[in-house]
């Protein structure tokens, strides 16, 4: 499941939640961009410095998710490297709507 926030300044998160079975309210590693390991998270982090855009994903962390009915609510905690500096992050988030369910089968590989 993919997260995203974005601010007219430009400022943003992207969440990519890779869980189970189901979507369920715990604690999901942060994971490196590239990784399928479930449950974990890839999260990747983008903001305005002065007139320079920045930004880095978390290779240390933890995205927590609480399931509230048809939302998500929580908060990232992790850090990052961005430009050779180690940058500790922390962002809430709530009342994000869970996306429809599909009426599709899923296009996972069967060996």
């Known amino acids: 499941m993919l997260l995203e926030a974005v601010s007219p300044e430009g400022n943003g998160v992207l969440v990519l939640l890779h869980f189970r079975d189901s979507l369920v309210s715990a604690s999901y590693p942060a994971v490196a961009p590239g990784d399928t390991t479930a449950p974990g998270a ?11 855009s920045r930004g880095f994903y978390f290779d240390t962390g933890a995205v927590q998710v609480r399931r509230e009915a ?6 990232i905690q992790g850090s990052g490297i961005e430009t050779g500096i180690r940058t500790p992050t922390r962002i809430e988030y709530r009342d994000v709507p869970l996306p429809r369910q599909t009426d599709t089968v899923s296009c996972a590989f069967v060996p």
């Open 42 to 52: 890839v999260v990747a982090v983008r903001y305005l410095m002065r007139d320079v």
């Open 70 to 75: 048809r939302k998500l609510a929580g908060h």
